[in-house]
Every structure is written in structure tokens, then in C-alpha cells.
């Protein structure tokens, strides 16, 4: 029994990590840089730029470095959805 506990016990402890895992990585809470911005919307650096100035995509900004959040990024994707 005492196997089984053990176990038992770190199938508990592996949920956990992965839950503070997925709560610290899940996509949707993460702060993405300029490359990463660009990337993940397969535009330019200009383009990101235009988009910032235009007040198209919030961010935030710490000294000289810009930050976009993904959150932001999928809804302005799904706002301007359109089929057909």
C-alpha cells in the first residue's frame, strides 16, 4: 500500500506543477516583445509601429522597451473576424 500512496502522491504533485505550468504560460496571459508581436502576426516592425501609433494594438512600455499582450492581440484578431 504504501507504493500506492507514493504513488498516489505524485500524481498530485505533477497536477500542481502543471497547473501553476499552465497558469504561468498560458498563452493568453503573456506579454510578448516587438519580435515576438511580429511573429506571431507575420507582420513588420513598421507595421507594428503603425498599428501602436494608430491605437490599433495597446501596450505597455518600460523604458525603451514595448511590450504587446497576447490577450489584446487575439481579441483585436477576433473583432475583425469576418467570413466570406
Same mark, same amino acid.
Given at each position: 500500500m504504501e507504493i500506492q500512496e507514493q504513488l498516489s502522491k505524485l500524481s498530485e504533485e505533477i !497536477? /500542481?506543477?502543471h497547473k !501553476?505550468? @499552465?497558469n504561468r504560460y498560458t498563452y493568453k496571459n503573456k506579454w510578448l516583445n +516587438? =519580435? /515576438?508581436t511580429c511573429n506571431y502576426l507575420n507582420i513588420s %516592425? +513598421?507595421?507594428l509601429q503603425s498599428y501602436r @501609433? !494608430?491605437?490599433i494594438l495597446p501596450f505597455? =512600455? %518600460?523604458g525603451? !522597451? %514595448?511590450y504587446y499582450k497576447s490577450s489584446d492581440i487575439e481579441s483585436i484578431l477576433e473583432k475583425n473576424y469576418k467570413i466570406g
Open positions: !497536477k /500542481e506543477l !501553476k505550468f @499552465d +516587438r =519580435q /515576438e %516592425i +513598421r507595421t @501609433d !494608430k491605437g505597455s =512600455q %518600460i525603451a !522597451k %514595448i
